[in-house]
């Protein structure tokens, strides 16, 4: 993409928007390592989701819960998992996080340039990810917080009606803008791989929510931790019980897309519900501080406490996460997506700097197991600028395309050692690059391959 501008749509073609992408091309000027900079785009989209997350709180409910959720979102560990991968989820809770303030904030002061303003926040998230419609949907939450009891109410309610109208349109006069590139109408086929449509449902609708209610189960006490999910209990109860408007509007903006999500997802992880969770952090915030507030009366050092004992397992996991992931406590959909099988990396930069010192000596042919996607794709990234490394997509053999590039030039294959079934004849094993271990004992491995080139049949009748 950042090479041809023919290509500034592509991702479009697998159903995903282009933004993040979009966004990480002039990063590539500044930082060499690709994987790194999209880590980085990442980092910077976790910095304002964090700073969503403080003013969410700070300006609706108190300073003090501001800070808690700023605290709760820098060592959560499902946010430092993510915040530091190169995926799109972490724009869209920034995107999300502040689509929910702006919408707050325009019930509360209803103002033309409020409107304008949400409606580019909206219309960024959807050019993010397609789930960013969620932000869409939950707009009439914010009715909640509307003050029904002062003057011109009927005035007051059309007015911000309207300016609803204006961010809802501008929203969707920016999400159109992708009509521009080929491929625009994949976004609602590729939807329909993910998602279950209402009619497929019919006689079964609890079919996908109730296992997916169990992923919750098992991923929620890993990734927030057993203390913070015991003060989201808490502050659910609290903004119930006093009637808190804000609260209770921010806790079913957070709800209702996770809600829909687990009913309606054909595939269900955990990044799918990443961007749900910062407007949580703000309620658990709300049950610590309440509790802190409590011990203080009792207890000098009360809050200290409670900082301690938010930061046991955070600590535990983070240093896990940035000292030995493999033993990290990630929940299991995640450790086979990024560390176990196939879609895991390993070895990939490693590869690329052989290959292009290779290539520097003649052009070179390199085979995949792979068409799209982690193999050939996570390799091209490193070597997309390299003029003389050719590469061909195929099966988890060497195929026969691949032994007669190798009477030319140099060739090699790089497979997956899962996928890929037998050692075959005339190929050298150059370098194994093991992949995580499974808590079944079983470890994948990426292996790179030299081919040899088969004497042709002529010149096996000449010898």
């Known amino acids: 993409m950042k090479n041809e501008p023919t290509l500034r749509f592509l991702p479009l073609s697998d159903g995903k928007t282009p933004l993040f992408m979009w966004i990480m091309m002039p990063t590539f000027k500044l930082i060499e390592d690709p994987l790194y900079a999209g880590r980085f785009l990442s980092v910077i989209a976790g910095f304002f989701t964090l700073s969503g997350v403080f003013f969410l709180g700070w300006k609706f409910f108190s300073t003090k819960v501001g800070l808690w959720s700023s605290f709760l979102y820098v060592i959560t560990p499902y946010f430092v998992f993510f915040d530091r991968m190169a995926l799109v989820d972490s724009m869209l809770a920034a995107f999300s996080i502040w689509s929910i303030n702006l919408a707050l904030l325009l019930v509360k002061f209803p103002r033309l340039d409020l409107a304008m303003i949400l409606g580019y926040v909206l219309g960024g998230g959807l050019l993010t990810k397609t789930p960013a419609f969620f932000n869409f949907l939950v707009l009439p939450v914010t009715a909640l917080t509307f003050n029904f009891a002062g003057k011109n109410r009927p005035r007051r309610m059309i007015k911000l009606f309207s300016l609803f109208i204006v961010s809802v349109v501008i929203g969707l006069i920016i999400y159109n803008l992708l009509r521009l590139g080929q491929g625009f109408t994949s976004l609602s086929s590729r939807n329909q791989d993910y998602i279950f449509s209402p009619l497929e449902l019919v006689g079964r609708p609890l079919d996908p929510f109730l296992p997916h209610w169990g992923d919750i189960v098992d991923w929620m006490p890993k990734l927030l931790g057993p203390v913070a999910i015991l003060f989201l209990l808490i502050g659910i109860v609290l903004i119930f019980i006093k009637k808190q408007k804000y609260g209770i509007a921010v806790f079913l903006m ?19 519900i990443l961007f749900p969770f910062p ?19 009792k207890i000098r050092f009360g809050s200290l406490i409670l900082i301690f004992l938010l930061l046991v397992w955070p600590i535990y996991f983070n240093s896990l996460l940035l000292t030995d992931i493999q033993k990290a406590p990630i929940p299991k959909n995640e450790r086979y997506g990024y560390l176990e099988e196939w879609t895991a990396g390993y070895g990939f930069e490693e590869i690329a700097k052989y290959l292009d010192e290779e290539s520097k000596k003649e052009p070179i042919i390199v085979g995949t197991e792979g068409r799209f996607g982690t193999l050939p794709d996570g390799l091209q ?17 060497v195929s026969g395309d691949l032994r007669n590039a190798a009477r030319e030039h140099p ?35 990426i292996l790179l391959f030299r081919v040899f080139p088969v004497a042709s049949d002529s010149a096996e009748n000449n010898q």
């Not at 703000?282 to 802190?292: D, E, K, Q, T």
């Not at 600028?385 to 997509?393: L, P, Y």
């Not at 899962?418 to 995580?436: G, H, T, V, W």
Request: charged content about 20%; overall charge neutral.
């Open 254 to 272: 957070a709800l209702i897309p996770l809600l829909i999500e687990m009913a309606l997802l054909k595939t269900f992880t955990a990044r799918y």
């Open 381 to 397: 990234i490193y070597l997309d600028a390299n003029r003389n490394i050719s590469f061909v997509g195929g099966d988890a053999v």
């Open 411 to 445: 060739t090699f294959f790089v497979a997956n050692k899962s996928r890929y079934f037998n050692y075959q004849d005339k190929i050298e094993l150059i370098k194994e690059y093991p992949k995580a271990v499974s808590p079944t004992g079983s470890q994948d491995a």
């Open 279 to 297: 407007p949580m952090l703000v309620i658990m915030a709300i049950g610590i501080n309440y509790i802190s507030e409590k011990l203080s009366e």
